[in-house]
């Protein structure tokens, strides 16, 4: 159903440098970029999933829709404790520490942060068994 999620930056160098080791964990390579986006995903495979950043067409300022994030599937609540670390240390704010979020159902572990344009992101896993740290 997604073809690709897009969120607008400021400026696409610091962009970048946020996502690539976060998507680099995540097993996802940087598949195209431009002076204007860059594109992670599957280079091979055209109509999976992808995740971009860039100036928006218009030439306006990118600006934050308040209410909006991507969430990204991850495999396990240690990955997502490095994935936030990651995010933080690259600049990003931190919106939600890692953590069991019963409220959300029964194992759904998740952390959320901001990437330096303010853009919301999260990583998320549905089947964790350790108590909350």
């Given at each position: 159903m997604i073809g690709y999620t897009m969120v607008g930056t400021t400026d696409l160098e610091r962009a970048v440098s946020f996502y690539d080791p976060i998507f680099e964990v995540m097993g996802l390579k940087q598949c195209f970029k431009d002076e204007q986006v860059a594109f992670w995903g599957d280079k091979a495979d055209v109509v999976a999933p992808r995740f971009a950043t860039g100036y928006p067409f218009d030439g306006a300022k990118a600006s934050v829709g308040n209410g909006t994030m991507t969430a990204f599937v991850i495999d396990g609540s240690d990955k997502?404790?490095?994935?936030?670390?990651?995010?933080?240390?690259?600049?990003?704010?931190?919106?939600?520490?890692?953590?069991?979020?019963?409220?959300?159902?029964?194992?759904?572990?998740?952390?959320?942060?901001?990437?330096?344009?303010?853009?919301?992101?999260?990583?998320?896993?549905?089947?964790?068994?350790?108590?909350?740290?």
């Open positions: 997502i404790d490095r994935l936030f670390e990651i995010a933080i240390s690259k600049g990003g704010a931190d919106e939600g520490v890692p953590g069991l979020r019963p409220d959300y159902g029964d194992g759904f572990y998740a952390a959320y942060v901001r990437d330096p344009d303010g853009n919301k992101i999260a990583f998320v896993c549905y089947d964790v068994t350790k108590t909350a740290s």
